[in-house]
């Protein structure tokens, strides 16, 4: 594990506050703020502090009662016609100011490529630093949040601490936590920041439009059966969909695959793809690098099948099988469809 640390402004201690910036866009389908919220809380506890969630938009009340229902709270409203639609310029100016104003000392991000456009954005005018993709966030001993997340191409981690620099900003990966379960009881209060609009935009949002893509399921499956290049032919991936299929599973590989063509991006698992915590992962030929076990730490249990006795996947799951992975899931799906 490698520590870095970030310098900045000297540590305000009137900074207080864990805000989590509220993405309602594809809210039913998009789960990412309710899972920061909910870590949040657990953070918020060891520092006693609260939960924030930012609100920002057109008409978006409906979405007040269903943060306070996941946990957060405060909740910042913000609204103008405006700000109907995203725009990275107007949207940062607002939360400079915002953040200027009430000076949260953390504020968390969905590694959406929303996310990683308008934290750095932040970052750059508040004088703080940000860390991307992160698949794990802690409060240590100072109280400072700990940001991990893979680095040196996913070949390691890295534990980034800002000990100076307020707010600590992070976008953290969809998936890695879980979100609270609603709770109809919950109250939170309700902040309506009132904002001057006098902004001149540079890049003027003309519209926008949702484009359809396939979505694996990956990040809410249950079960999942994952290939890999020691899997990687046409026959193992046919067996592998085969398998998945009586397993009511999804199927998911890693970039060797993918690069055969075998399969589609959206099935790519690791630290440019998807994080997974499904019930029960099987592992089908994967080495088991940092880019892509960082990825899967979240799973209740992982069963691994390798020929080399020293692949690095059988240190980090729970039953590992030495042998040839084509062999055995071909008796496999021979006992399951008796």
């Known amino acids: 594990m490698t520590r870095f640390e970030r310098g900045g402004v000297l540590k305000d201690l009137t900074y207080n506050g864990i805000w989590i910036f509220g993405d309602h866009r594809n809210y039913f389908q998009d789960r990412v703020t309710l899972q920061l919220i909910n870590r949040a809380r657990e953070l918020a506890a060891t520092i006693n502090t609260y939960v924030g969630a930012i609100l920002i938009g057109d008409a978006v009340d409906e979405y007040v009662l269903e943060y306070t229902a996941h946990g957060a709270d405060r909740i910042f409203l913000i609204e103008h016609p405006r700000l109907k639609q995203y725009s990275s310029e107007l949207y940062a100016a607002v939360l400079v100011d915002l953040i200027r104003h009430y000076k949260p000392e953390i504020l968390l991000f969905s590694g959406s490529d929303f996310g990683r456009e308008i934290a750095p954005r932040l970052a750059a005018r508040l004088h703080a630093g940000t860390s991307?993709?992160?698949?794990?966030?802690?409060?240590?001993?100072?109280?400072?949040?700990?940001?991990?997340?893979?680095?040196?191409?996913?070949?390691?981690?890295?534990?980034?601490?800002?000990?100076?620099?307020?707010?600590?900003?992070?976008?953290v990966r969809p998936g890695v936590f879980d979100e609270q379960k609603h709770n109809y009881h919950a109250q939170a209060e309700l902040i309506r920041v009132e904002i001057d609009l006098d902004y001149e935009e540079r890049v003027a949002v003309r519209s926008l439009g949702r484009i359809e893509t396939y979505d694996?399921?990956?990040?809410?499956?249950?079960?999942?059966?994952?290939?890999?290049r020691g899997f990687s032919t046409r026959d193992n991936v046919r067996k592998a969909r085969e398998l998945s299929s009586l397993m009511d599973a999804e199927l998911g590989s890693t970039r060797p695959v993918l690069e055969k063509g075998l399969l589609a991006d959206e099935s790519l698992i690791g630290q440019t793809g998807k994080t997974i915590s499904p019930q029960l992962l099987m592992i089908l030929g994967v080495s088991g690098a940092v880019q892509f076990t960082a990825?899967?730490?979240?799973?209740e249990c992982i069963v691994a099948v390798n020929q080399d006795p020293h692949a690095a996947i059988f240190k980090f799951c729970d039953i590992g099988i030495v042998g040839d992975a084509g062999s055995f899931v071909s008796r496999l799906l021979k006992q399951l469809k008796k």
């Not at 694996?216 to 890999?228: I, K, N, R, S």
């Not at 990825?295 to 799973?299: H, K, M, R």
């Open 132 to 171: 991307s993709d992160c698949i794990s966030l802690r409060i240590d001993e100072d109280g400072n949040l700990i940001q991990i997340s893979p680095a040196y191409h996913g070949n390691a981690l890295a534990e980034i601490v800002t000990p100076e620099a307020r707010p600590q900003i992070a976008t």
């Open 216 to 228: 694996t399921g990956l990040e809410h499956a249950d079960y999942v059966v994952c290939v890999g």
């Open 295 to 299: 990825s899967i730490t979240g799973s």
